[in-house]
């Protein structure tokens, strides 16, 4: 399958598929990278891999729905199959969305549908949660919400910090991402009527 992987920064997710996908017999190759941010650190690395990037910037655009499509038309040009965020901070639009319902996979790091948005670690510290971890889900036009696909869980320890917290998340992350999209990109996991469908785990 053809995979195209939108960042906004610094890119270490997109780095782990694309790293996977270099291994032989993972079902997915990575086509291109797209960036809404042009000084986005992840398009270095992409470019060093031998991977087409591309800079989409809102600011080129005079609304959501028009930067949106652009980004749709690079997806539609590069012939990809599915589409994989990785820390694309920006909400897309309902019509982008339903665009490519159940071929667009995001990774979250928390376990949703807990901590949904922005500083999911410190707001798992201050919950005072002994669990956190992160998660890869279909994406829906509501943010960090759609049907999840797999999950990875870390401890917290008493007077853990953010930084070492989000460490030990980020760690399974990278672990987490290439599995959850290996699923996808095999048929086994799909989105149908909203739900996570199982199957094939027999081969
Ligand atoms: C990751 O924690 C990801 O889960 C979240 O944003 C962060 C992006 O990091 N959506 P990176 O750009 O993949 O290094």
Redesign the pocket.
């Known amino acids: 399958k053809r995979v195209a992987v939108l960042?906004?920064?610094?890119?270490?997710?997109?780095?782990?598929l694309v790293n996977a996908a270099a291994e032989q017999d993972y079902p997915a190759e990575i086509v291109c990278v797209i960036s809404d941010q042009s000084d986005a650190a992840?398009l270095h690395f992409a470019s060093s891999q031998g991977i087409p990037t591309l800079v989409v910037s809102r600011r080129d655009f005079d609304s959501k729905d028009a930067h949106d499509a652009a980004i749709d038309a690079h997806l539609k040009a590069f012939k990809a199959d599915i589409v994989a965020?990785?820390?694309?901070?920006r909400l897309l639009t309902p019509g982008f969305v339903s665009q490519w319902q159940g071929r667009m996979i995001?990774?979250?790091?928390s376990l949703l549908p807990l901590f949904k948005g922005l500083n999911s670690h410190r707001r798992a510290i201050d919950a005072g949660v002994r669990v956190h971890g992160?998660t890869v889900h279909f994406v829906t036009a509501d943010m960090d919400d759609g049907p999840i696909i797999a999950q990875a869980a870390v401890p917290v320890l008493s007077n853990d910090t953010e930084a070492a917290l989000?460490a030990r998340?980020?760690k399974q992350?990278h672990r987490l991402y290439p599995i959850a999209l290996r699923l996808v990109a095999e048929g086994k996991v799909r989105m149908e009527h909203g739900r996570t469908v199982c199957s094939g785990f027999e081969d």
């Open positions: 960042i906004s920064g610094r890119g270490s997710n997109m780095a782990s992840g965020l990785a820390g694309y901070m995001n990774i979250h790091p992160c989000s998340v980020l992350e």
